[in-house]
C-alpha cells in the first residue's frame, strides 16, 4: 500500500479437498474484485471519520507499506 492504494496484491486460493466444485487459482490486482476495492477507504464511522472517506498514507510520509495475512 502507498499513498491512497493498494499498489500490489496477490493471493493463491486454494479449497480444501472436499470443495469439488471449486479450483486453486492465483488471483492478483489485474483481478476485477480486487482492482475496484484498490483505493484505500474507512470502513466504519470513527467519529470525524466516516464509511468511504479515503485513507491517504502519503500525509505521514512512512513510504509504503506491506500488509502480509493468512486466511484459514
Known amino acids: 500500500m502507498e499513498g491512497s492504494s493498494i499498489t500490489e496484491f496477490s493471493y493463491d486460493f486454494t479449497p480444501w479437498a472436499s470443495m469439488t466444485k471449486l479450483f486453486p487459482r492465483p488471483i ?3 483481478d476485477l474484485l480486487i482492482d475496484q476495492f484498490r483505493t484505500l477507504k474507512y470502513v466504519e464511522d470513527t467519529g470525524d ?3 468511504g472517506d479515503i ?7 512512512i513510504g509504503s507499506v506491506t500488509f502480509e495475512g493468512y486466511i484459514f
Open 49 to 51: 471519520k466516516k464509511t
Open 28 to 30: 492478483n490486482i489485474k
Open 55 to 61: 485513507i491517504n498514507l502519503g500525509k505521514y510520509k
